[in-house]
């Protein structure tokens, strides 16, 4: 099925023209799964935006962390930071056009 008429995300599965939302999330589970193993953390990957949309990447996807920084106007107009931590799924080398790409999965922190 193609992605952009998908009703959910297990629908969403690459393509020969587009890499699919399902492998993004899936590639973001892998990367916790280890990170959670590593310090006995306790990490959850989210849903990627399902309104994004990559072309096929031609080599493995990888993840790291990153983190997302924006401001927003507090009530005295002061300038607020804000910033939350996500997985960046990325891809060194997409099929056609040639370009990376990344996309961003949120992340919690289980309790």
């Given at each position: ?10 629908d ?24 959670n ?35 927003s ?14 997985i ?24």
């Amino acid at each position: 099925m193609h992605a952009l008429g998908a009703t959910g995300i297990e629908d969403m599965r690459s393509n020969d023209a587009i890499h699919g939302l399902y492998e993004i999330r899936e590639t973001a589970r892998e990367f916790v799964a280890r990170e959670n193993g590593k310090a006995g953390n306790a990490w959850e990957a989210g849903e990627p935006n399902l309104k994004v949309l990559v072309p096929r990447c031609a080599v493995p996807l990888k993840a790291r962390w990153d983190t997302i920084r924006w401001s927003s106007t507090g009530r005295g107009g002061e300038a607020v930071p804000h910033e939350r931590r996500v997985i960046s799924v990325v891809c060194t080398q997409a099929v056609t056009p040639s370009q990376k790409w990344d996309v961003h999965v949120p992340v919690v922190q289980r309790k």
